[in-house]
């Protein structure tokens, strides 16, 4: 029996919310590995204008890469803003393998926020898109990110398969 039942997960919601902090603090506790679906879009030349075949591709890139440490038992993060509730379902529908989905929220204007304190900021005009699209619908668990980043990992964790500690193994 493998010492972990591999899964993944799916942390959607608006541009600077904190998913990709949150991410990357939540792989590092997992030990899993993250998949941004803004890094697939940007270094497949994928994003255009937001279109359907767009983010198909960029699920179908993404699932491809998730086969193999999902084949080790490593969990895997997928990070993006999932506009669509169908384009969830397809990235889904790629894999087989148990998953959750955490969407987390916070209010316009701590997104905006946030943003602000980036390196390169995408703007109060971008983040205000982007709230509105990802916002649409609701998926999955709803996390309220408005706190720090460790307190949105220990809201997530909550949520996942227990795993043994290495030293339990």
């Known amino acids: 029996m493998a010492e972990r039942e591999p899964y993944f997960v799916i942390i959607r919601g608006p541009l600077g919310v904190g998913k990709s902090t949150v991410s990357e603090r939540l792989a590092r506790q997992l030990g899993g590995e993250i998949i941004s679906i803004d890094r697939i879009l940007d270094a497949h030349d994928l994003w255009e204008e937001g279109n359907v075949w767009e983010f198909l591709r960029a699920n179908e890139i993404a699932a491809e890469m998730a086969l193999r440490p999902l084949a080790r038992g490593q969990p895997v993060i997928f990070d993006g803003n999932f506009y669509w509730e169908w384009q969830l379902e397809d990235l889904v ?25 980036r390196e390169k900021p995408h703007g109060s005009q971008a983040a205000r898109a982007v709230y509105a699209k990802s916002t649409v619908f609701e998926s999955g668990i709803g996390i309220d990110a408005g706190g720090s980043p460790d307190s949105v990992v220990r809201k997530i964790m909550a949520h996942l398969p227990r795993t043994r500690a290495p030293a339990d193994r």
């Open 93 to 117: 529908g790629r894999l087989d393998h148990p998953h959750r989905v955490f969407t987390l929220e916070a209010p316009l204007r701590v997104c905006i926020e946030r943003d602000r304190g």
